[in-house]
């Protein structure tokens, strides 16, 4: 990743959010987006610019943007309407980027226009949220990433953040998954947690 002076930064044109620049790079906020975050708590987080990205939940587009200034192509999956006018905006401006409006329950319904990916990024405010990630493992290829921003509150908020977090390791590693690293990130996302983990 491109840090300016310990800023993590991205190198696409700008004004896609009203982003800051600083030396003709898009400042990446790590108050605004999780990936960003991860960043900052954990320097070995990286994006190369040979990989492909199924992204789960790419709202209006503000991660998906940064995301797709690193790599060579980002299929991003969002439902909601709303949200998705501005991904379409931020998709007219960068071509490496496939918007799909779709509910990522249902995968079989966009597999179609799919290819294998590098790294799945999820980021779905919802109950199930590893078995959302599970169901799109035969698009990771072997060896591929997953990295799982986490809303444990979102998941069951009669469970603890911490049992919520370990719950949802274990799913993922029955899954067929291993573990890298898995951090909470705060003070920038309160209750949110990243995981990341290889297919094997
Ligand atoms: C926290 S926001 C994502 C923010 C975005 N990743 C970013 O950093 O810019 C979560 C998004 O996931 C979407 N979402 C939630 N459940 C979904 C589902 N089942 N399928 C597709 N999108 C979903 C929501 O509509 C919302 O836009």
Avoid at 2 to 8: E, H, K, P, R, V
Avoid at 117 to 145: E, M, R, S, T, W
Avoid at 157 to 163: A, G, L, M, Q
């Amino acid at each position: 990743m491109i840090s300016i002076d310990g800023t993590l930064v991205s190198a696409g044109e700008g004004g896609v959010y009203g982003e800051r620049m600083v030396g003709g790079h898009r400042v990446w906020d790590p108050y605004r987006s999780k990936l960003s975050a991860l960043w900052y708590l954990d320097k070995s987080t990286d994006l190369s610019s040979d990989a492909v990205v199924l992204y789960l939940g790419a709202a209006n587009g503000t991660t998906v943007s940064h995301v797709a200034d690193y790599v060579e192509s980002v299929y991003a999956v969002e439902f909601a309407p709303r949200p998705m006018q501005d991904l379409l905006m931020v998709a007219r401006k960068r071509k490496n980027i496939v918007p799909i409006f779709a509910d990522a329950t249902q995968p079989q319904r966009y597999a179609p226009l799919l290819e294998a990916a590098d790294i799945i990024y999820q980021d779905v405010a919802q109950p199930n949220q590893a078995g959302i990630a599970i169901k799109h493992l035969p698009f990771l290829k072997k060896g591929g990433v997953l990295i799982l921003m986490l809303k444990t509150r979102s998941v069951d908020i009669r469970k603890s953040p911490e049992e919520v977090f370990a719950d949802t390791c274990e799913e993922l590693s029955r899954a067929g998954l291993r573990v890298q690293k898995s951090l909470w990130l705060s003070p920038y996302h309160a209750d949110h947690a990243a995981i990341v983990c290889e297919r094997l």
